[in-house]
C-alpha cells in the first residue's frame, strides 16, 4: 500500500513564528487532505488538496502530485494552533484515506 | 449547519458486553466510513458503505459490524469488546464523487 511520511514528528513553536509542515507519499494520489486533531479528539478539515495551492487565513498549502509532496505552511501561530496534524491520502476509487504519523505541534506562549 | 453527528461521545464498556456506536449525517452523502484511532496513532480505516453497499478492510476483526439502514445513519456494532478496542471511533462522510471527506467529534471507548 501507499507510504505517507510527515515531518517533522513534533514541532515547538513560539507564538507568531511561521513554519512548514511536509508530507511525502510514494505513489499517486486522488485525494489529499490536512487535518488539525484538536484536544478533544475532532479532526477539523484544513484543506482538500491533491494538487495545487489554497489559503485559507494564516494557513496555506500547496500540493505538487508530479513529485509526491505537500506541504503545509502556518504563519503567526497562535496557541490555539497546537495539536496534531494529519496528512491523509487516498488512491482508490473509493477515497479510502491513508494517514501519515501526523506532526505534534505546540505553540508557546 | 450540515454535520456529521457522534454518539455518545464517550463511551464505557465492560470486558465481553456488547456495544453500539451511533453516527448521523445531515450532509445528505453516500459514503459513511468508520475509523479507529488508538491512543497517539493516526486513525485506520475499518469499513466503509457506499449507498447500501458494505466494503469490509480485510484486516478489520470479524469482532466488528456495522449496519446502515438509511443514508442518514450508520452504526458500529462491537460484538466482544477486549481491552485493545479501547480507542477513538471516528465516523466520515464524503459525497458521490469520493473526494473531501467530514469527520465527526468521535465517540471515545474505554473498556473496563
Known amino acids: 500500500g501507499i507510504q505517507v511520511e510527515q515531518s517533522p514528528p513534533d514541532l515547538i513553536l513560539q507564538e507568531g513564528a511561521n513554519s512548514t509542515l511536509r508530507c511525502n507519499f510514494s505513489d499517486s494520489v486522488n485525494n489529499l487532505q490536512w487535518f488539525h486533531q484538536n484536544p478533544w479528539g475532532q479532526l477539523i478539515n484544513l484543506f482538500y488538496?491533491?494538487?495545487g495551492t489554497k489559503q485559507n487565513g494564516r494557513l496555506s498549502a500547496t500540493t505538487v502530485a508530479t513529485e509526491r509532496y505537500s506541504l503545509l505552511y502556518i504563519s503567526s501561530s497562535q496557541t490555539t494552533d497546537s495539536g496534531v496534524y494529519f496528512c491523509a491520502v487516498a488512491t482508490d476509487s473509493w477515497g479510502k484515506l491513508q494517514f501519515g504519523a501526523g506532526t505534534q505541534v505546540v505553540v508557546t506562549p | 449547519d450540515a454535520m456529521v453527528i457522534q454518539n455518545p461521545r464517550y463511551q464505557v464498556t465492560q470486558f465481553g458486553k456488547p456495544v453500539t456506536l451511533s453516527c448521523s449525517q445531515t450532509?445528505?452523502?453516500?459514503?459513511m466510513y468508520w475509523y479507529q484511532q488508538k491512543s497517539s496513532q493516526a486513525p485506520k480505516l475499518l469499513f466503509h458503505?457506499?449507498?447500501?453497499?458494505?466494503?469490509n478492510e480485510a484486516d478489520t476483526p470479524d469482532n466488528f459490524q456495522s449496519r446502515r439502514p438509511n443514508t442518514s445513519f450508520c452504526f458500529l456494532d462491537i460484538r466482544s469488546p477486549g481491552l485493545g478496542d479501547a480507542a477513538m471511533y471516528l465516523c466520515?462522510?464524503?459525497?458521490?464523487?469520493?473526494?473531501?471527506?467530514?469527520f465527526g467529534p468521535g465517540t471515545r471507548l474505554t473498556v473496563t
Open positions: 450532509l445528505n452523502h453516500n459514503v
Open positions: 458503505y457506499y449507498d447500501k453497499d458494505f466494503n
Open positions: 488538496i491533491p494538487s
Open positions: 466520515a462522510t464524503s459525497g458521490r464523487w469520493l473526494n473531501e471527506q467530514y
